[in-house]
């Protein structure tokens, strides 16, 4: 079982950055596929990016491909996302969650088993 904390949300203008953190606990970090995903007001849960389990491979959602990049440094059990040209419309809950199977990545927020409380991100126009 992992435990996931997120952090580094906050209110931004837009056009600025953030960098999300997520730190994971209980399980071992380096085989697990990550992904971050949002979840805005009166909307459902859509995928933000994901990382393979060793950093190797990404996938972007359509809307953030060119302005975030996800990471992960498995020596310190953490993934990130680094959020640039931010956009009020990337106002959310973000939160970060594990594959639920070891060596596995996807889009598919249904493959993912364990979730942190989230993070909220807000920007202002």
């Known amino acids: 079982q992992m435990q996931l904390v997120e952090s580094g949300g906050g209110l931004v203008q837009a056009g600025g950055s953030l960098r999300l953190s997520c730190e994971a606990s209980?399980?071992?970090?380096?085989?697990?596929?990550m992904g971050w995903f949002r979840q805005a007001p009166g909307k459902e849960r859509e995928f933000v990016a994901s990382?393979?389990?060793?950093?190797?491979?990404?996938y972007y959602a359509d809307s953030v491909k060119g302005r975030f990049t996800i990471s992960r440094t498995n020596a310190k059990n953490t993934v990130y996302l680094q959020m640039n040209s931010l956009k009020p419309e990337d106002t959310a809950v973000y939160y970060c969650?594990?594959?639920?199977?070891?060596?596995?990545?996807?889009?598919?927020?249904?493959?993912?088993?364990?979730w942190g409380q989230g993070t909220r991100v807000t920007v202002s126009s």
């Open positions: 969650a594990s594959h639920f199977r070891a060596r596995a990545v996807s889009s598919d927020a249904a493959d993912f088993g364990f």
């Open positions: 990382i393979s389990w060793t950093g190797g491979t990404t």
């Open positions: 209980g399980s071992t970090f380096s085989n697990y596929g």
